[in-house]
């Protein structure tokens, strides 16, 4: 029984908020979070997460992993660290990452999807210009270190916005 959850970024997004109080984040994923959704990370304070950054040796135990898996090249820090912190807490992580779920298989580390049957309160996203408010296809996931680009428009920056109606 793994104890305790690692949430990554799409799981800060989508899940209730009610769902993810004592589950573990890393401090980097603040940033990240404020980035795609400003709203969002306003919140954080208020939902009791367990802020934590893993340690060397999970950093390293990660990273071993990670090289051996060939996946290394696609994580970002934050997924990194994710990883590691799992490791650590031998929590289970909330991933929609292919890379970490892998990554988790191999290293025989739980895993759940962030859309995992039983969270029924799930929030749809889309990607809306802050300029003229043009709407596009939702990305797949809020994913590392990809940026939302910029709307083929009128060039505003792109914003990850709960669905209308
Ligand atoms: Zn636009």
Same mark, same amino acid.
């Given at each position: 029984m793994a104890a305790g959850e690692v949430l990554d970024t799409a799981a800060l997004i989508a899940w209730p908020l009610e769902r993810m109080r004592g589950s573990f984040v890393v401090p980097s994923q603040r940033a990240e979070l404020y980035r795609i959704s400003p709203d969002r990370e306003? &919140? &954080?304070?208020?939902?009791? &997460?367990?802020?934590?950054?893993?340690?060397?040796?999970?950093?390293?135990?990660?990273?071993?992993?990670?090289?051996?898996?060939?996946?290394?090249?696609?994580l970002s820090p934050v997924d990194l660290e994710l990883l590691?912190? =799992?490791?650590?807490?031998? =929590?289970?992580?909330v991933t929609d990452d292919y890379r970490l779920q892998n990554l988790c298989e191999k290293g025989g580390l739980p895993w759940l999807s962030v859309t995992m049957e039983g969270i029924? =309160?799930?929030?749809?996203?889309?990607?809306?210009?802050?300029?003229?408010? =043009?709407?596009?296809?939702?990305?797949?996931?809020?994913?590392?270190s990809r940026e939302l680009g910029e709307c083929a428009d009128c060039g505003s920056a792109l914003r990850l916005s709960r669905k209308r109606g």
């Open positions: 306003m &919140l &954080l304070d208020a939902i009791g &997460l367990e802020w934590s950054s893993p340690g060397p040796d999970a950093i390293t135990r990660a990273s071993d992993l990670a090289v051996t898996t060939g996946d290394m090249a696609g590691a912190l =799992a490791i650590e807490r031998s =929590a289970t992580l029924s =309160a799930l929030w749809s996203w889309e990607l809306r210009c802050t300029g003229c408010g =043009a709407v596009l296809p939702s990305p797949e996931g809020p994913n590392s």
